[in-house]
């Protein structure tokens, strides 16, 4: 059973920055690709970033690119989400998740991922 944990979230004001965090369990973490997204109250979970295993391939959502990073740390089975300049429309719960069977033809929909982790608030106040 594979389990992801997330972690970092928080409130913070516009502007700032937060690190999100998301531990996997399991020995083959380096096999799988993993993304974020995201789910504000009231709307659909939206794609915010996913990254191949070996971190050759790396992709991000429009409203997002040049101020999150994802990147990832297979010895620490760790895949991680640098937030900068963040906006109170970024306000949601994040959640990690690792790439299932389809995940390179549907890597930026829910479709493509096979296990979920809990999710972590984050909050930017205006």
């Known amino acids: 059973q594979v389990q992801l944990v997330e972690s970092g979230g928080g409130l913070v004001p516009a502007g700032g920055s937060l690190r999100l965090s998301c531990a996997a369990s399991?020995?083959?973490?380096?096999?799988?690709?993993m993304g974020w997204f995201r789910q504000a109250p009231e709307k659909e979970r939206e794609f915010v970033a996913a990254i191949s295993w070996k971190s050759a391939a790396i992709v991000s959502a429009d409203s997002v690119k040049g101020r999150f990073i994802i990147y990832r740390d297979n010895a620490k089975n760790t895949v991680y989400l640098q937030m900068n300049s963040l906006r109170p429309e970024d306000t949601a719960v994040y959640y990690c998740a690792r790439g299932g069977p389809s995940w390179a033809a549907q890597g930026m929909g829910v479709t493509g991922y096979d296990y979920w982790g809990q999710g972590t608030q984050v909050t930017v106040s205006s």
């Open positions: 399991g020995r083959t973490f380096s096999s799988y690709a």
